[in-house]
T-cell receptor, first 113, second 114 residues
Framework: AQSVTQPDIHITVSEGASLELRCNYS??????LFWYVQSPGQGLQLLLKYFSGDTLVQGIKGFEAEFKRSQSSFNLRKPSVHWSDAAEYFC???????????FGAGTTVTVRA | DTEVTQTPKHLVMGMTNKKSLKCEQHMGHRAMYWYKQKAKKPPELMFVYSYEKLSINESVPSRFSPECPNSSLLNLHLHALQPEDSALYLCASRHGPGDIYEQYFGPGTRLTVT
């Protein structure tokens, strides 16, 4: 069975500082990986996705993520955080011919002025 | 247009009430989902419809009854709910089976059961 681990429950970062959120997955075949962001009281918005090809993927809002097969990781990064990036971030993994996504537990990001 | 809409935005209902949540998408997606989300937790899958047929029911209690009248519309009928059913209910959609495509989520309905 596939699973996703987000080791950091809560991260606090200063505005303008860099941000990295960790995601590790467990899956036997090539995973399909996603990062979603959820602002308070809102739905989930897709930040970026990885299916195949270039292991460094660019997303919206200045985010990027790198797929590392050897480490079973798909970490999310942003060089300079804005106050509006304060939100809950979910990593998810899916597979072909399967409707389901497996979500990590989420990481709460707080941005301090 | 990558929008999934949900109504109502907020709903308060008593344990004896009957209410419905509505979800709509016009992206031509053929798979639609209902999720339940508690605070600070990831979404939990409830139901999946594929080509307007129920494909997955994650052992959801019968007080939740999904319906897919057409390819653009998904309803969730609620009856005799319990206070622990209070949560954010999210709808999502994606392209049909055969390939991995991302799911697009609606803004959710915040449900409070009193």
């Amino acid at each position: 069975a596939q699973s996703v681990t987000q080791p950091d429950i809560h991260i606090t970062v200063s505005e303008g500082a860099s941000l990295e959120l960790r995601c590790n997955y467990s899956y036997g075949a090539t995973p399909y990986l996603f990062w979603y962001v959820q602002s308070p009281g809102q739905g989930l918005q897709l930040l970026l996705k990885y299916f195949s090809g270039d292991t460094l993927v660019q997303g919206i809002k200045g985010f990027e993520a790198e797929f590392k097969r050897s480490q079973s990781s798909f970490n999310l990064r942003k060089p300079s955080v804005h106050w509006s990036d304060a939100a809950e971030y979910f990593c998810a993994v899916g597979r072909s011919n399967d409707y389901k996504l497996s979500f990590g537990a989420g990481t709460t990001v707080t941005v301090r002025a | 247009d990558t929008e999934v809409t949900q109504t109502p935005k907020h709903l308060v209902m008593g344990m004896t009430n009957k209410k419905s949540l509505k979800c709509e998408q016009h992206m031509g997606h053929r798979a639609m989902y209902w999720y339940k989300q508690k605070a600070k937790k990831p979404p939990e899958l409830m139901f999946v419809y594929s080509y307007e047929k129920l494909s997955i029911n994650e052992s959801v209690p019968s007080r939740f009854s999904p319906e897919c009248p057409n390819s653009s519309l998904l309803n969730l009928h609620l009856h005799a709910l319990q206070p622990e059913d209070s949560a954010l209910y999210l709808c999502a959609s994606r392209h049909g089976p055969g390939d991995i495509y991302e799911q697009y989520f609606g803004p959710g309905t915040r449900l409070t059961v009193t």
